[in-house]
């Protein structure tokens, strides 16, 4: 098993400059099927052996991808993300960084109802080791087997990631939420997936400051997650009013601070990390 | 980004929003010619990106031109301290003279994004004056809240706002067209924050946006010009301006353990790791993850540009961006500039091993530590030696 994406996942890449190219070619080496590019005025064409479209519709009806990956830029992101809801395709990894959010907001709008799930913008997508990438994680960090791990951030994740592997500790699939204000996919809708697959026996969630995903989250562990869950919260030290980084990661009005959320997390009996190097032992006690 | 209180107040009258008449000055001698045109009473409003300017001495009352002169002259140039701007405080470069109102309500009306709804919220209370963070902890059934969906604010709901406000009499209509025209300018605008404490109703039946504090979206710049325009780089951190030019992410902090990390996550991470360790981190700097050779060495200017800085701690975690390449920058960059404080490095990702051949092979004084504990101890324990000798 592994959730999301897996030996099935037929892909279609969205926007392929230089950045979209580079990483379509990094996701076949680990795995990925990928059916077919979206480029608009490079229709007919074909680039690392899939065919290219001008329009979703056209590589939809031609190769039947079931998933997408987007890497668009900002200004005309929301617009993919959009033209592949209305292709229903099932998963929409976007990992442009920087999307307006009131681009965002309509793209809230279009996804309730539709047939699409949309994981980020602004995060390194989706990946069930050995089995399929989507997204622009190093794949060679990544080990298969049992620990579902989602998080808010990138780096963040390849250092938990890392440090699982470098204990023998492999990973169902892991997903990078992202770190906008409104995203697809929140830690609920991950963690109800990596409680219900069978091939996830512990989780990693790492969030950051900002915001209440975390506290919702650890509200949602504590009455419906039956695996081991270890968690850490980036931003112990960060100033507030002050962006970090992350469009999301800012704490306003003494809300979405790192202490706060890691009590609520640890309210929901979620073991948390002391510090960013303990996420691997930490998980690996709780196992 | 944030801009000024006249800024924010020109963009709301442009969609509608009732101001108060005023004129922004930056010197004295304009802010008296300011109050003889608006004639009568004026206030003189302190223009700095914080709040709480108030109570910090920069709003004051003038009847009348001399003393608006005189209140002027104290307050430009004045380094002006709120709860918001930091022990160190702002210093004012201009005022804003604006006439005074008879006013008999004020009002909180604020409008931000609901992160878990993904939709804007407008936000009302009876209370106005107050710090909403304050009405939200004591007595959060006093906000009145209305989801704003797609096609903005409907009157509907700007009536319901007013109704449960208690606004009655001549102000309704116009409390509901400025709640209307308040919702179209952050939508219209991407504000990410309109917030109007307060907002007043006159005793002549007028409904104005008496402060106006205005936050636009960073990430939707590249489509408002004009509001790109009214950034102040004169509120804003130089080396902060300097990284946004590099394409990098700088917040400087108070501590003495300089940071350069690749990805927002992991160095807030490091940051705290820091702390953990003993230290305080010196910076936030995010390198992102395609960072070239003239960022890495634009990144070690701008920390070594912050004087408290005693040891720089790099965490890259190469994944696309590769180790190996990254220490030639970081090489390079160090054999350029004159680094004169301690360096401890964490690498690791794709071609790790190349990186740190490279790193020794260099000659300069590295210490390269296992992983991100062992590295912040080091950098900890080195930045205290170092502030030793």
């Known amino acids: 098993m592994s959730i999301l994406v897996t030996d099935d996942t037929r892909v279609v890449v969205q926007g392929l400059g230089r950045a979209g190219l580079f990483h379509a070619e990094q996701c076949q080496r680990f795995g990925a099927k990928i059916v077919a590019g979206v480029h608009p005025g490079r229709g007919g064409g074909e680039a690392l052996g899939f065919p290219m479209f001008n329009s979703m519709r056209d590589a939809v009806s031609r190769t039947d991808p079931n998933a997408s990956l987007i890497f668009v830029p900002a200004s005309g992101a929301a617009d993919a993300i959009l033209e592949a809801i209305e292709s229903e395709i099932e998963l929409v990894a976007c990992i442009t960084e920087g999307i307006p959010v ?57 250092e938990a990631v890392g440090q699982l592997s470098g204990l023998g500790i492999g990973q169902s699939t892991c997903v ?25 026996t512990g989780i990693i969630m790492i969030g950051e400051i900002g915001g209440t995903a975390e506290e919702e989250a650890a509200e949602y562990v504590k009455g419906h997650v039956t695996k081991p869950v270890v968690g850490f919260v980036a931003g112990a030290t960060a100033p507030p009013g002050r962006r970090m980084g992350h469009a999301g990661a800012i704490i306003s009005g003494g809300k979405g ?28 006690a709780a196992l | 980004m944030k801009v000024h209180e006249y800024q924010a107040k020109e963009v709301l009258r442009k969609y509608g929003v009732p101001t108060p008449r005023g004129i922004v000055s930056n010197t004295a001698r304009k802010a008296r010619e300011a109050t003889e045109l608006l004639g009568g009473s004026v206030v003189v409003k302190a223009q700095i990106h914080a709040g709480g300017r108030g109570k910090g001495g920069g709003v004051k009352l003038a009847g009348n031109a001399d003393e608006a002169e005189r209140q002027a ?77 797609s096609g903005g604010m409907r009157a ?16 309704f209509g116009p ?3 400025a709640m209307l025209a308040l919702s179209r300018t952050y939508e219209e605008s991407d504000a990410s924050l309109i917030e109007i404490n307060p907002f007043v109703l006159t005793d002549d039946g007028r409904a104005v946006a008496l402060d ?3 936050d636009i979206d960073d990430n939707s710049l590249f489509r408002h010009p004009d509001l790109a325009a009214l950034r102040d780089p004169d509120e804003e951190e130089p080396l902060e301006t300097e ?25 807030m991470a490091t940051m705290d790791i820091i702390q953990y360790a003993g230290g305080m981190p010196a910076n936030f700097l995010d390198v992102g993850g395609g960072a070239n050779k003239d960022q890495i060495k634009h990144g070690f200017r701008i920390i070594l540009s912050d004087s408290n800085v005693k040891a720089i701690l790099i965490n890259i975690f190469g994944g696309i961006l590769k180790v190996d390449v990254l220490a030639e920058g970081i090489v390079a960059a160090a054999q350029e500039l004159d680094i004169d404080v301690p360096m401890v490095l964490r690498l690791e990702g794709t071609n790790v091993d190349r990186g740190r051949e490279i790193l020794e092979s260099s000659g300069l004084d590295f210490a390269v530590a296992a992983d991100m504990k062992a590295a912040a101890e080091q950098a900890v324990a080195r930045a205290v030696q170092h502030n030793e000798q």
Do not use: W
Request: net charge neutral; aromatic share 4%; with cysteine.
């Open chain 1, 102 to 158: 009131r681009d965002m907001v309509a793209v809230a709008d279009a996804l309730r109802g539709s047939r699409t799930r949309l994981i980020g913008p602004n995060c390194p997508g989706v990946i069930s080791p050995g089995k399929c990438k989507l997204g622009i994680m190093p794949g060679q960090v990544h080990k298969p087997g049992s620990v579902g791990v989602v998080s808010r951030s990138g780096t963040l994740t390849y």
């Open chain 1, 176 to 200: 990078g939420i992202g770190g906008d204000p409104v995203i697809g996919t929140n830690f609920i809708d991950v963690l109800e997936l990596f409680n219900s697959d069978p091939e996830t």
């Open chain 1, 257 to 284: 601070t790192a202490r706060a959320k890691q009590a609520a997390l640890e309210a929901a009996g979620i073991e948390v990390a002391p510090t960013p190097a303990d996420l691997g032992s930490t998980l690996a």
């Open chain 2, 73 to 149: 002259t104290t307050i430009i140039g004045m380094n002006l301290v709120t709860h918001q701007t930091g022990p160190q405080g702002r210093k004012v470069k201009r005022v804003l003279i604006e006439e005074q109102l008879p006013i008999n309500r004020e009002i909180y009306l604020g409008i931000v994004m609901d992160r878990a709804a993904g939709k804007p919220v407008f936000m009302a209370s009876a209370q106005g004056g107050m710090d909403i963070e304050e009405i939200a902890e004591k007595n959060p059934e006093a906000i009145l809240k209305e989801t704003i969906g």
């Open chain 2, 156 to 171: 509907f709901q700007a009536r319901r706002l007013a109704f449960g406000l208690g606004i009655t009499g001549e102000a």
């Open chain 2, 175 to 177: 409390s509901v067209q």
């Open chain 2, 212 to 214: 106006a504090k205005m």
């Open chain 2, 243 to 267: 990284a946004i030019n590099q394409g990098l992410n700088y917040i400087k902090l108070d501590g003495n353990v300089g940071c350069m990390v690749n990805g927002a996550g992991l160095a």
